[in-house]
């Protein structure tokens, strides 16, 4: 369960956990559980009780119609067996008249007889009295059935008919008791025709509630009366009703209990009924009440229930929405106080708002504000004296700026130090580890004897104690103090002394001993403030061999510095010399080229008939030299111009570059019927006339070297560790890898002019570029599988 | 508080309660009667009091349109359609005369009669069990029944030869009743002597007549003709000296000698049950079947009996329901 509600609560709530949100869900849950628990243990026992109400209501209805009946059967029955035995008298006597009177009188005095008459043991009649007809107009029908019955009747005992309904009259039935004793040849019977309104006026005005209605069917399930008179005279029958037929065996089990159920009635309505046999007649007494309106009353229980739980959560939602914001707004406004002061504000208060416990929590808090306020106060006070003591001290200890030396500096800090600590004396060492000694820095009042005493470290000494310990040993008497072994310093008048650890950096690097001649001076209430004043010194000795280092770097830095200067002097120079170079070999040296050139071919022309074939073939051998001459010195003039002559850097779309090169060696790939791809090219930081120089390079090279197949070629690209990769592969003649260094080597090649043209500075040029952005460029290739060439640009 | 905001605020309550009460009179039902007037006045009490019996209070939960035509059989088609415009939730009438001339105005209106004597002869339903249209009601059996009362008649006066019988002739009870009075006269071994009327002139003709001198007994054949003139009929038989048959006992009371009936009030009792159902429980009259009498009753004026020299038998004595002195 309790996994449960914390499930609950986080799907409901995800954020940060809430005290509120989580008193209130529980509130919820507890108050709402309950009223849903009550209501849930309450809802079917009052849907039971509901049913039993309304079946006990039934039950008692159908009883009392029962008793009812009975009493006006028994009524007309026992009217019925008084009149037939005044008929006997009469008969016995032969008294006609009187038995006209008997019948008359009869009928007055039971309304339900409709007819009175005799009929003998062959059906003749001998007496007919009706209340509507004449004697002597024949009933067939009632004399018929009454000799019918009359045939069936034992002495004594009362035979019913069927009802029987006509079109021209209301239903009735049919009596007859015989007459006479058995051993009598002439068995006559008395019959009664019983009008059946008064069972149609029971009907009528029968009353229960929600609609209840009463029907009485005959032993064949036809009703005989009911509430709506025309389902009786359409002869409606119920028979075949479950109910109706387990009435029916329990009677013919002669069982007289009450059998509830369901059924849909004659006029289509489902319904809950209850049902009692009579004996004598043997009709069925059913009382129903339509579902619909029973479960209308359990509908308004379930609604009941669900609007009842709906009103109860809701106020248990409110209640809990109030005791939370009740219990935590109070929590809320004490966290509110203690972030204020958090925050450094002590005068903050809490609003006692209650006199419970969080009243009192509130009050105490006020409290604990206004004392923190007041320690806040006191410590801030001495703090701040503390602080002035401890920043004239910083500011008197200070290191000169100007000390060459550590000694230099703690021998201008020694006397502010005995100054700030009221020492006598102050001695400040440096421990050797390796030679186990301790190196005076400075000191002050101490004998040079006694320095050089206790400049060895003594296993058991105070000084080793320290070191050991880095914790400060004070003696307010050194006489009476055990843990100072040697007590030197008593020679020399002092009294008390204090040794403490001078640490640089976390590591005891020496001992910074103070003593005092008034004896009871160096107590533990200084201990804070010497140790203090003992990491002030360490902070000096650390700033001092900071100082110190970066006075060397930064004359180390200096020297660099000037030696770069002068080296970036140089490289000026350099490059001057080399572009007048340049400069020179593009005119100086080219113009005699040009010359020997162009005479050596004009010679070719103008005496090409006169020289002999030797002659022409040394002019052309000179021309071609000329040429190639020239050749090479372009393109070293080129070379030297890719780093004297590179543009600024800016964004360069390699993949625009490409088409560039590309339509520069439009003729070479179409010649060579090569195909040319790549990957998505970047946008670099490049000079974007060198990039396409670089890449005509290198594809060039592609399409030149191929080994017999149409060229392909492709430009591949990757992100590589912050910078971008390219690789330029193709499917050409391959190159040993042992020449992969070598051929980027200015005027290098690995073929002769004759097999392949060129100079050899084109992968110079390359590898010059692309260093020139700050790249590398490599080859990967095996001879006879294409050459795959990588440069980098930085990103 | 000053008069006149006393007076106002008066006024107000007034006025609020006639509006509370108004729409229960505004909304209540109305059932419009067409009624033969005279003696059939008890019919209509029997109604009234039937309905207020369930809760059907005049003036309050119902209201009451009534056509009284006061004996005149000519305007009851005029008041039946009159009665019909109106527009009634329900319609009750009292006598086979008004029923017809109302079956004849409406066929969807709900009517509900009383006071006729066989429906199903007088072709105003097609069954007791159900009428198969707009009407139902009470029947009383006042046809069959003259049968019944002759052989009463019979018994009472064994000598009897003959019985004069009174037929409003344009009244369809008044013949059915003489047919079957006829039949039984026929096995009684009582000759019905028949005098037809239609007008105030016929009965004065036939008050001129010797009736001693024609029969030995008078039987009133239900009409409204019949009922409408009892008073003259009863001072006639009075003056023959003739044993006078009729067939309501509130006649008897006025001085005929005896009746076998059902009672006028306790029809309008039994016909309040059904004019109920219509209006609360919107039943069709279809679905209403025709009723018969709950009781009969055998009145007899002993003061009338005495003055005729009549020797009243003890078993009659005993079996009369209503003895009037």
């Known amino acids: ?136 107009v024949a009933s067939s029908s009632s004399v018929g059935s009454a000799a ?22 209301e239903p009735w039935v049919t009596l007859a008791l015989p007459m006479g004793s058995a051993t009598s040849g002439d068995r006559a019977s008395v019959y009664a025709v019983i009008n059946l309104k008064w069972l149609w006026r029971l009907a009528a005005g029968f009353k229960l509630s929600n609609e209840g209605q009463m029907s009485v069917l005959d032993q064949g399930g036809r009703l005989i009366a009911a509430a709506d008179t025309s389902s009786v005279l359409r002869q409606h029958s119920l028979a075949d009703r479950d109910l109706i037929v387990r009435a029916f065996h329990a009677a013919a089990a002669e069982s007289s209990g009450l059998i509830h159920g369901g059924f849909t009635n004659e006029q289509g309505t489902p319904v809950e009924a209850t049902v009692l046999t009579m004996q004598s007649p043997s009709w069925l007494i059913l009382v129903s009440q339509p579902q619909a309106l029973l479960y209308a009353s359990i509908h308004e229980k ?81 703090i701040a004296a503390r602080t002035r003591e401890l920043s004239a001290l910083y500011t008197t200890l200070l290191p000169h700026s100007d000390a060459q030396s550590i000694e230099e500096l703690f021998a201008g800090i020694v006397e502010r130090v005995i100054a700030a600590t009221g020492a006598d004396a102050a001695l400040f060492r440096l421990f050797d580890r390796d030679n186990q000694i301790l190196n005076c820095l400075a000191q002050r009042g101490f004998s040079d004897e006694y320095v050089q005493e206790t400049r060895q470290l003594t296993p058991g000494s105070a000084n080793s104690v320290v070191i050991a ?135 070719l022309k103008r005496y090409r008939g006169q020289l002999d074939a030797n002659a022409q073939e040394y002019i052309g051998f000179a021309v071609d030299g000329a040429k190639r001459m020239q050749g090479l010195i372009q393109d070293l003039l080129a070379y030297s111009r890719v780093a004297t002559r590179g543009e600024e850097f800016t964004d360069c779309a390699v993949a625009e570059v490409l088409d560039g090169a590309l339509a520069s060696l439009r003729a070479a790939i179409e010649e060579s019927g090569a195909t040319i791809s790549h990957d998505p090219l970047p946008t670099v930081q490049a000079d974007q006339r060198q990039m396409g120089q670089l890449l005509q390079n290198l594809i060039g090279n592609a399409l030149k070297y191929r080994n017999g197949q149409a060229p392909r070629v492709h430009i591949g690209c990757q992100r590589d560790n912050g910078a971008w990769r390219f690789a330029v592969r193709d499917n050409g003649i391959g190159i040993d890898p042992q020449y992969a260094d070598k051929i980027f080597v200015i005027f290098q090649r690995l073929h002769t002019r004759e097999e392949y043209e060129g100079t050899g500075i084109g992968l110079a040029v390359c590898k010059k570029i692309v260093e020139r952005h700050g790249g590398k460029i490599w080859l990967e290739s095996e001879v006879g599988k294409g050459a795959n060439f990588y440069f980098s640009i930085p990103a | 508080m000053s008069n006149f905001r006393w007076t106002k605020l008066m006024a107000c309550a007034v006025a609020l309660a006639i509006l509370l009460a108004a729409p229960a009179w505004a909304g209540a039902p109305v059932i419009g009667v067409l009624t033969p007037g005279g003696s059939y006045e008890s019919v209509l009490d029997g109604l009234r009091e039937g309905l207020a019996k369930l809760g059907l209070r005049e003036g309050k939960e119902v209201g009451y349109l009534i056509e009284d035509s006061k004996g005149d059989v000519k305007s009851l088609e005029s008041r039946a359609l009159k009665l019909v415009e109106s527009r009634p939730d329900v319609i009750f ?131 409204i003709f019949a009922v409408n003139h009892i008073a003259t009929l009863i001072d006639k038989a009075k003056r023959e000296k003739l044993p006078l048959m009729v067939f309501e006992s509130s006649h008897v009371e006025m001085g005929a000698l005896i009746s076998y009936a059902g009672d006028f009030r306790s029809f309008g009792n039994q016909a309040a049950a059904q004019v109920a159902r219509i209006l609360t429980k919107k039943t069709k009259p279809a679905d209403i079947p025709v009723e018969t009498p709950e009781r009969l009753f055998l009145s007899l004026n002993l003061a009338t009996a005495k003055g005729l020299g009549l020797k009243i038998p003890r078993n009659f004595l005993d079996r009369a329901d209503r003895l009037i002195d």
Not at chain 1, 302 to 327: D, E, H, K, M, T
Not at chain 2, 114 to 126: N, S
């Open chain 1, 148 to 169: 019918r019955l009359a045939a069936q009747a034992k002495k004594n005992t009362i035979v019913w008919g069927a009802v029987a309904m006509t079109e021209t009259s």
């Open chain 2, 93 to 223: 009438a009292i006598a086979t005369a008004s029923t017809l001339a109302l079956k004849k105005a409406t066929q969807t209106i709900p009517l509900v009669f009383t006071a006729i004597g066989d429906p199903v002869q007088a072709g105003v339903v097609a069954s007791f069990a159900s009428s198969q249209n707009n009407i139902t009601g009470v029947a009383s059996m006042n046809a069959a029944l003259s049968a019944k009362r002759l052989e009463i008649l019979k018994e009472l006066l064994p000598h009897l030869k003959k019985s004069l019988a009174i037929v409003a002739v344009k009244e369809s009870s008044a013949q059915f009743s003489y047919k079957y009075l006829a039949e039984a006269g026929d096995k009684l071994g009582v000759q019905a002597v028949r005098r037809e009327i239609s007008s105030d002139g016929d009965i004065e003709l036939l008050f001129r007549e010797r009736w001693s001198a024609m029969a030995d007994s008078v039987i009133s054949m239900p009409s």
């Open chain 1, 1 to 136: 369960m309790g996994r449960l509600i914390q499930t609950l609560m986080q799907v409901i709530s995800p954020s940060r956990p809430s005290l509120r949100r989580r008193l209130f869900w529980i509130l919820i849950a507890t108050g709402g559980g309950a009223i849903l628990l009550v209501n849930l243990i309450w809802l079917p026992s009052a849907i039971r009780d509901v049913r039993q109400s309304q079946v006990e209501l039934q039950s008692l209805a159908v009883r009392s119609l029962h008793e009812q009946m009975r009493q006006m059967i028994e009524a007309i029955e026992g009217q019925f067996k008084n009149t037939t035995l005044q008929f006997q008298v009469a008969l016995m006597s032969d008294d006609r008249d009187g038995l006209r009177q008997i019948a008359q009188r009869a009928m007055q005095q039971q309304p339900a007889f409709e007819e009175l008459g005799i009929i003998t043991g062959d059906g003749r009649e001998t007496l007919r009295l009706s209340r509507r007809l004449t004697g002597s």
């Open chain 1, 302 to 382: 379930i609604w009941f229930f669900v609007l009842l739980s709906a009103a109860g959560w809701a106020v248990c939602g409110l209640i809990a929405q109030r005791l939370s914001r009740s219990f935590t707004i109070p929590i809320v406004r004490l966290m509110g106080g203690a972030e204020q002061l958090a925050t450094g504000n002590l005068d903050h208060q809490v609003a006692v708002e209650s006199r419970d416990e969080i009243g009192d929590l509130a009050l105490q808090f006020n409290r604990m504000a206004g004392a923190l306020r007041l320690s806040h106060q006191d410590l801030e006070g001495k």
């Open chain 1, 469 to 603: 310990s880095g914790a400060a040993l004070l003696a307010p008497d050194i006489a009476a103090d055990e843990r100072i072994k040697v007590k030197r310093q008593i020679v020399f008048g002092f009294q008390s002394c204090a040794f403490l650890p001078l640490a640089v950096k976390g590591e005891v690097r020496g001992v910074i001993q103070l003593t005092s001649r008034s004896a009871g001076y160096f107590t533990e209430d200084k201990r804070e403030y010497l140790m203090a004043i003992t990491r002030l010194m360490g902070i000096v000795v650390e700033n001092y061999q900071l100082f110190d280092a970066l006075r060397g770097a930064k004359s180390s830095l200096e020297s660099t510095n000037a030696k770069l200067d002068r080296q970036a002097q140089e490289l000026l120079r350099s490059n001057a010399e080399l572009e007048q170079f340049a400069y020179v070999a593009s005119h100086d040296l080219q113009e005699p080229l040009r010359m020997i050139t162009g005479y050596t071919q004009l010679l």
